[in-house]
């Protein structure tokens, strides 16, 4: 099935090649963070600023939480779903493809880590600048306001889906080939 997939269109087995790549790098990455590092949980890799943790992510990406997992499996399933679609309708956009792929990669990576799991492993942790910003209230809204030292832990896969969606909002906003009007020439015709 997949030899005929990639005959039709050569650049599958890239994509493939790009998603198979990402998945494997991040299964090993979580496999060793659990042995190594579950133990002794973080450790200074350059002092303060870069340190590997070990936290295991109930929740989305970068820490962010969510109450109704199945709900989120389901459609985190359905996103890939659809993604893959969309892959499939690319035909001459090595960006784009590329970008998609990535995001699939990371998408799986996180996906195992739920379905055998129950959580998602994140190892990488640095130091990011102090937000602070003091509760307030905005007409009817009151915020209890935030704080943030250092940036969420995370994992490879998480890098992988920001690259990608990074990479898709850079193609959306230079592309000209999607901005361009089709706009009919006006120049004089000669006979």
Do not use: C
């Amino acid at each position: 099935m997949l030899d005929r997939l990639f005959s039709r269109n050569p650049h599958f087995k890239s994509v493939f090649l790009i998603i198979a790549t990402i998945l494997i790098l991040d299964q090993v990455t979580k496999y060793l963070a659990r042995i190594f590092l579950q133990p002794v949980y973080s450790v200074p890799v350059l002092g303060d600023f870069f340190r590997l943790t070990y936290v295991e992510n109930p929740g989305i990406a970068f820490g962010l939480r969510i109450d109704n997992k199945v709900l989120f499996t389901i459609l985190s399933i359905v996103a890939v779903l659809v993604i893959f679609y969309y892959l499939f309708q690319l035909k001459n956009h090595t960006l784009l493809r590329f970008s998609f792929a990535l995001i699939l990669g990371g998408a799986f990576g996180n996906l195992i880590d739920r379905f055998l799991h129950g959580r998602v492993v994140d190892f990488l942790d640095f130091e990011f600048f102090d937000i602070h910003i003091s509760p307030f209230s905005f007409l009817i809204f009151d915020f209890s306001g935030y704080h943030m030292d250092r940036w969420p832990v995370f994992n490879v896969a998480d890098i992988a889906v920001t690259v990608g969606m990074i990479l898709i909002i850079i193609n959306a906003i230079f592309d000209r080939n999607h901005l361009r009007k089709e706009v009919p020439d006006e120049s004089p015709q000669e006979n």
